[in-house]
């Protein structure tokens, strides 16, 4: 099992950054990539970044340019670096290891990412 924790949120205003922090923790070498969704009251979770273990990477056109996942092997933390943040980004942050054969890991509590004009 491989349960993931996310960190890092808070209160920005518009056009600045902030790094979320996502902290695997189990069976960490069954993970082959780590993907960080956002949800907003009301909406179905939506799919931001993906890192692969071979590292590609894999964005949101609405993203592109301004975010960034990266992680630190070491520490088994994977990272999303959002800059130039935007009115549409405000949401709960949540990061999700694909694990060997596919599957997902369970949801963690999430991060809340507000932005303020």
């Known amino acids: 099992q491989v349960q993931v924790a996310e960190s890092g949120g808070g209160l920005v205003q518009a056009g600045g950054s902030l790094s979320l922090s996502c902290a695997a923790s189990?069976?960490?070498?069954?993970?082959?990539?780590m993907d960080w969704f956002r949800q907003t009251p009301g909406k179905e979770r939506e799919f931001v970044a993906r890192?692969?273990?071979?590292?590609?990477?894999t964005y949101i056109d609405s993203v592109k340019g301004r975010f960034t996942i990266s992680r630190d092997s070491a520490k088994n933390t994977w990272y999303l670096q959002m800059n130039s943040l935007k009115p549409d980004d405000p949401a709960v942050y949540y990061c999700a290891a694909i694990l060997e054969g596919g599957s997902y890991t369970s949801w963690g509590q999430g991060t809340q990412v507000t932005v303020s004009s």
């Open positions: 890192l692969t273990w071979g590292g590609d990477h």
């Open positions: 189990g069976r960490t070498f069954t993970i082959i990539a």
